[in-house]
């Protein structure tokens, strides 16, 4: 079993920032992915953004330029970096974490998830 613990989350005015963390127990595999998804209360689920163990990285178009993924890979720890906070924002968000099988790469494991609101 994999425990994912997010952290960071809280309440910003519009054009704050806010910093997700996301701390995996272990490691699943040496090719994995791991992503940030938000949902907000009667929306259904968003990737907001996704890392590959290649380093590859990839952003849902709605944050594209206001958010950057990255991953620490000594301490194991997924972090979003959220700029330019929009009202729209405003959702919970959760890590997921999946290994690579034949090209794809399921989530299996998912956090918490850590609340964001952010005001106008």
């Known amino acids: 079993q994999v425990e994912l613990v997010e952290s960071g989350g809280g309440s910003v005015q519009s054009g704050g920032s806010l910093r997700l963390s996301c701390a995996a127990s272990?490691?699943?595999?040496?090719?994995?992915?791991m992503a940030w998804f938000r949902q907000a209360p009667g929306e259904g689920r968003e990737e907001v953004a996704k890392f590959d163990s290649d380093g590859t990285t990839t952003y849902a178009d709605s944050v594209k330029g206001r958010f950057t993924i990255s991953h620490d890979n000594a301490e194991n720890t997924l972090t979003l970096q959220m700029n330019s906070l929009k009202p729209e924002d405003t959702a919970k968000y959760y890590c997921?974490?999946?290994?690579?099988?034949?090209?794809?790469?399921?989530?299996?494991?998912y956090g918490q998830g850590t609340q964001v609101t952010v005001s106008s």
């Open positions: 272990r490691y699943i595999s040496t090719t994995y992915c």
């Open positions: 997921a974490l999946g290994a690579y099988y034949y090209h794809k790469c399921p989530y299996e494991y």
